[in-house]
């Protein structure tokens, strides 16, 4: 079973930076690890994804804004959001799976990841 613990949210004006991050414990080896957001009355989103090789993989909203990445080591995994907007306010959440297959080939899917964190919030304001 892996735990998920998403810290770093909060308020922030339009331009500036936030980073979250992501505490993972119970797993030794987590192929893949993922942010996702959701907006009040919208779907859950796949915002980036980093493999254990170090790939990574963005939603085109965010694509030269944010970095994914993660310290294998701390278990740990980042969401540096830089030049954030208004439409970046949401629920972000941490993702995580065990498997290969399904988290690379749907990175974007939330039926790919089986580990969900609580949920960290986020709100731009303009």
């Known amino acids: 079973q892996v735990h998920l613990v998403e810290s770093g949210g909060g308020s922030v004006q339009a331009g500036g930076s936030l980073r979250l991050s992501c505490a993972a414990s119970g797993a030794t080896y987590i192929y893949c690890m993922g942010w996702f957001r959701q907006a009040p009355g919208k779907e859950r989103e796949g915002v980036a994804a980093?493999?254990?090789?170090?790939?990574?993989t963005y939603a085109d909203s965010v694509k030269g804004r944010f970095t994914i990445s993660r310290d294998n080591a701390k278990n740990t995994l980042y969401l540096q959001m830089n030049s954030v907007k208004p439409e970046d306010t949401a629920m972000y959440y941490c993702?995580?799976?065990?498997?290969?297959?399904?988290?690379?080939?749907?990175?974007?899917?939330?039926?790919?990841?089986?580990?969900w964190g609580q949920g960290t919030r986020v709100t731009v304001s303009s």
């Open positions: 980093i493999y254990t090789d170090g790939r990574t």
């Open positions: 993702a995580a799976d065990l498997r290969g297959y399904w988290c690379s080939a749907y990175w974007a899917s939330p039926a790919a990841y089986k580990y």
